[in-house]
């Protein structure tokens, strides 16, 4: 299948400090892309859809301004947490569309965040 | 939004054919069904995905019932490395394709 990959894959950081999350697709272009994270022993949690080219449509319950997403490109988003704390630990995975709405959707390795 | 329903995990033997089921009752006529696996700590990988005709690939197959209120992913011949949770999803059309992820079944191929 289609590759998107994560970079990096695992990351701690201070509390208070910004982080940035990139999510690549390595062979296919990418119109739109979404971002997840995820708790340990519990399911995927959509954060926002990305669309390139203009701004993200976050879920409710998201902060958009403490979770910055751009998508400047068909090939790269990034996901940016922002001062962030402790309660913002989590695996975030991003999933890249292959095309149309119909098709596949993949996703990347994910990337584990651990706030100190 | 539909939704769906999968028990919280299933026992198979390695070898054997595993059958997890899914209901998804109110899905809507252009809601495509996907089906994604996680193994842990990776990022989920996709198995298969229908309308209302079955499926088959190198992975798996789909059934899905005539009235599309339920499905049934089916891995023919079960292996311990596909012990994983497997998430069963409705994507929605109306709403950008996103694909919101329920709780999934836990599968454990035993040997």
């Known amino acids: 299948g289609a590759v998107v990959s994560q970079h990096p894959s695992w990351v701690i950081c201070k509390s208070g400090t910004s982080v940035k999350i990139e999510c690549r697709s390595l062979d296919f272009q990418a119109t739109t892309m979404f971002w997840y994270r995820q708790f340990p022993k519990q399911s995927l949690m959509l954060m926002a859809t990305s669309n390139e080219g203009s701004k993200a449509t976050y879920e409710q319950g998201v902060e958009k301004d403490k979770f910055l997403i751009n998508h400047a490109s068909l090939t790269l988003s990034t996901l940016t947490v922002t001062s962030a704390h402790p309660e913002d630990s989590s695996f975030y995975i991003c999933?890249?569309?292959?095309?149309?709405?119909?098709?596949?959707?993949?996703f990347g390795q994910g990337t584990r965040l651990t706030v100190v | 939004d539909a939704k769906t329903t999968q028990p919280p995990s299933m026992d198979c033997a390695e070898g054997r054919a595993a059958n997890l089921p899914c209901n998804h009752s109110?899905?809507?006529?252009?809601?495509?069904v996907y089906w994604y696996r996680q193994i842990h700590s990776q990022g989920p990988q996709y198995i298969i995905h229908g309308l209302k005709n079955n499926e088959t690939n190198e992975m798996a197959s789909l059934i899905i019932t005539e009235d599309r209120k339920s499905s049934t992913l089916i891995l023919p011949h079960a292996t311990l490395r596909d012990t994983a949770v497997y998430y069963c999803?409705?994507?929605?059309?109306?709403?950008?394709?996103?694909?919101?992820f329920g709780q999934g079944t836990e599968l454990s191929v035993k040997p």
């Open positions: 999933s890249a569309r292959l095309g149309t709405i119909n098709t596949e959707a993949f």
């Open positions: 109110t899905i809507s006529g252009n809601e495509y």
């Open positions: 999803i409705v994507m929605i059309y109306n709403q950008g394709g996103k694909l919101i």
